[in-house]
């Protein structure tokens, strides 16, 4: 069937049409869907935001409703940032902290509110059309009255983060990594950033153990642990001394670094090793090669005018609109051109995004091309030195705000729990229960 209007969605109830779409022109009641796309840290926060500091105040008229919807291919959010001690063991960091429902956590809201297992896969930006496959194999599309994208980054190992499928590939690809490393001699780990180091550092302090005192290796390692960056400097975001430091607390645990090294490519041998061939043809043979460089946006499903060359969605980096896609579009977290890929980046953007789409909302209550009065919010961009890198389980390197933090405290931040303890905050809505 035909779209009537801005926000109509209409039912195609036939297993033989391409689309199965819900219809939300129910009793001459129009509801008009805010998509969130992605519920990771970017998607929870803005939807939790929106629903508790935005929706309450939009105009409540029996024959206009919104409804938030929320589209993730994962039921459970995975807390990627613990990854680097989930590969190591169930005992040093459990399955039920790295893994969370996220549909219990919008129970509180009722109706306002619907999660939607399934993946973006085709925008229209000109007709306001998302098309999702769903977990159950069918198409729906939606009409969307405002779309929020947060679908962010994948690394290159499943190990890392969720790949735009369920999170079960996740969980057995830890499963996988945790059954190999007790016994392997030798360990591979490609990149420079803190995926690589904080995983070189719990792999050599599980297997290895740590150097005593007046040692700056330890003793008797059990594995030879190499990691390769094709940098000059770990950890790029710091400044030199703090990847000097990273490197010496990396040698203690038996890490060593070999810096200006490309991994060109690696093929799987037939005993359950790898070779991994360096950008000047050197080949290593390894027990296990770890993929811990870069990540990619998932933006497959948005038209490439909308990206830049990296594909990330260009948007306005100060109002975190996408002014290129039409009225009511935004892009919060990972996936946009104004983030660093940063969980400050988040935390910070959210309330502007927020402020925009109420004032936005608002606008358009009455009148769909209607424009907001007055000065929307703007993203400031931190520019000074940010982040903290556990390496090994009791120490580590970073700063904030500029200021080196001292080992202890990268510890006590970080390295405890690698941040773990909060993460019920993300799905419970906890962590954006005040308007900032
Ligand atoms: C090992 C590691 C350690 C890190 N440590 C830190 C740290 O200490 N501090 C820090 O600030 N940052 C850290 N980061 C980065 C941080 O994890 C990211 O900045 C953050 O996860 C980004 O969140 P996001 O919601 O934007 O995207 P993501 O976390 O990438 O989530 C994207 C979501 O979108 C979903 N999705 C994907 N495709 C689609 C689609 N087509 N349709 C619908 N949904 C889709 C995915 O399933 C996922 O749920 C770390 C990252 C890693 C890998």
Redesign the pocket.
């Known amino acids: 069937m035909a779209m009537t209007g801005a926000g109509d969605l209409h039912v195609t109830s036939s297993t033989d049409e391409p689309h199965i779409a819900l219809s939300y022109h129910l009793d001459m009641v129009e509801t008009r869907p805010i998509v969130f796309?992605?519920?990771?840290?970017?998607?929870?926060?803005a939807s939790h935001y929106f629903l508790k500091h935005v929706y309450p105040h939009l105009p409540n008229e029996p024959e206009v409703q919104y409804k938030a919807i929320l589209?993730?291919?994962?039921t459970k959010?995975?807390?990627?940032?613990?990854?680097?001690r989930a590969i190591i063991k169930e005992e040093l960091m459990p399955t039920n902290l790295i893994f969370h429902d996220?549909e219990a956590g919008y129970k509180q809201y009722g109706d306002k509110v619907e999660f939607l297992q399934?993946?973006?896969?085709a925008w229209d930006e000109s007709a306001r059309t998302m098309s999702?496959q769903k977990a159950n194999g069918e198409s729906q599309t939606i009409a969307y009255w405002a779309l929020i994208l947060?679908?962010?980054?994948?690394?290159t190992s499943p190990l890392?983060?969720?790949?735009?499928?369920?999170?079960t590939e996740v969980e057995s690809a830890i499963r996988g990594m945790r059954g190999r490393l007790a016994s392997a001699k030798d360990i591979v780990i490609a990149g420079g950033?803190?995926?690589a180091v904080?995983?070189a550092g719990e792999i050599g302090d599980f297997l290895n153990g740590a150097a005593g005192w007046f040692s700056s290796r330890p003793f008797h390692p059990k594995a030879k642990i190499t990691l390769i960056t094709s940098s000059s400097k770990l950890l790029p975001q710091l400044r030199q001394s703090l990847s000097d430091q990273a490197e010496k607390f990396l040698n203690r645990v038996g890490v060593d670094v070999r810096y200006n090294t490309k991994v060109y490519s690696n093929v799987a041998l037939g005993d359950g090793k790898t070779k991994v061939i360096l950008h000047d043809g050197e080949e290593l043979e390894t027990d296990i090669y770890i993929p811990?460089m870069g990540?990619k946006p998932?933006?497959?499903?948005v038209p490439d005018h909308l990206k830049n060359d990296k594909g990330y969605v260009v948007q306005n980096d100060s109002t975190l609109r996408i002014d290129a896609a039409g009225p009511r579009v935004y892009a919060?977290?990972?996936?946009?051109t104004y983030?660093n890929?940063?969980?400050?980046?988040?935390i910070n953007g959210v309330p502007v995004m927020e402020t925009n789409l109420k004032r936005d909302l608002l606008a358009a209550h009455s009148d769909p091309n209607g424009e907001p009065e007055g000065e929307d919010r703007l993203y400031v961009r931190e520019e000074r030195e940010?982040?903290?890198?556990p390496v090994g389980r009791s120490r580590g390197v970073g700063a904030v705000f500029g200021w080196r933090v001292p080992s202890i405290l990268v510890w006590l931040i970080?390295g405890r729990d690698?941040?773990t303890s909060k993460a019920h905050e993300y799905v419970s809505g906890e962590a954006v229960k005040k308007e900032a």
């Open positions: 796309l992605g519920a990771s840290y970017a998607g929870l926060s589209v993730d291919p994962s959010w995975f807390t990627r940032h613990a990854a680097p996220i399934g993946r973006a896969t999702i947060a679908t962010g980054t994948k690394a890392f983060s969720l790949q735009g499928t369920p999170h950033g803190p995926a904080e995983s811990a990540v998932m933006s497959g499903y919060i977290g990972d996936i946009g983030s890929d940063g969980i400050m980046e988040i940010m982040q903290i890198v970080k690698f941040m």
